[in-house]
């Protein structure tokens, strides 16, 4: 884990010091290479197979920020040409009770290989799988 985020507790939202977040692209906190900037939103890349879609504004949850989610496809279709990914998971946990830990708004674009062991699984079937529910 990195010195600079807090420690993940179930529950409790992750914040970097001093509670700034570490997707907020004017605090210098953000660690991922930038990949696209547009005026509302910037695609980062924080592993070779794994990118985050974000407003460039401090969202949390609630409504979006209306000119993000404009750009938001674009973004999305410039990432998947810039690194000419063919299939992919795209999701965000919104809200607590989904998951969402870190308080700014960010979708997570993860490439799946056909050898990857959930490859052919959606969201659906696998959320099922995780609620036992299959």
Not at 4 to 13: D, W
Not at 55 to 83: C, N, S
């Amino acid at each position: 884990m990195s010195a600079t985020m807090s420690k993940y507790v179930p529950g409790r939202p992750v914040t970097g010091p001093g509670g700034r977040c570490p997707f907020c692209l004017d605090n210098g906190m953000f660690k991922g290479e930038i990949l696209v900037e547009t005026k509302h939103g910037f695609v980062g890349k924080i592993a070779d197979d794994l990118v985050l879609i974000c407003p460039k504004d401090h969202q949390t949850t609630g409504p979006w920020d209306t000119m993000f989610a404009v750009e938001y496809f674009e973004l999305l279709r410039l990432t998947l040409e810039i690194l000419g990914w063919k299939n992919y998971n795209d999701s965000c946990n919104y809200g607590h009770v989904a998951g969402q830990r870190l308080e700014h708004l960010h979708y997570k674009v993860q490439r799946r290989d056909e050898d990857q062991p959930a490859s052919g699984w959606g969201l659906d079937a696998l959320i099922n799988m995780v609620n036992g529910t299959m």
